[in-house]
């Protein structure tokens, strides 16, 4: 299974970027799949989530009203609208996915989901 994320850039501050994760039909329709970043010296923490065979999106409360992750099931892509970025936002941007729908209680893991793209650079200027 493949995941081919896209859509990274360089943004000033308030500005909004799209990231798309291609995958495969199967695992957009049924599975769980989200977003992760991870900064420079830190380790990689998660954004979003959704089991996207039914339930609601899961957000880090620091992207809580800012971030929506969304899918087109026609293009086998989820997505993750950003918008009023900030410094802190930047981080390289992995998508993710599970073979199945995940736990509530683990959704947020890492350790949850064994499929991951190559990163896209996401990089916030004041």
């Known amino acids: 299974v493949q995941l081919q994320a896209s859509g990274g850039g360089l943004v000033q501050a308030g500005n909004s970027l799209r990231l798309s994760c291609a995958a495969s039909e199967y695992m957009v329709r049924n599975s769980a799949m989200g977003w992760f970043r991870q900064a420079p010296g830190k380790e990689r923490e998660f954004v979003a989530a959704k089991n996207w065979s039914g339930g609601i999106e899961y957000y880090a409360d620091s992207v809580k009203g800012r971030f929506t992750i969304s899918r087109d099931s026609a293009k086998n892509t989820i997505y993750l609208q950003m918008n009023s970025l900030k410094p802190e936002d930047t981080a390289v941007y992995y998508c993710?996915?599970?073979?199945?729908?995940?736990?509530?209680?683990?959704?947020?893991?890492?350790?949850?989901?064994?499929?991951w793209g190559q990163g896209t650079q996401v990089t916030v200027s004041s």
């Open positions: 993710a996915g599970a073979r199945w729908r995940v736990a509530v209680g683990s959704i947020r893991n890492r350790s949850a989901y064994g499929y």
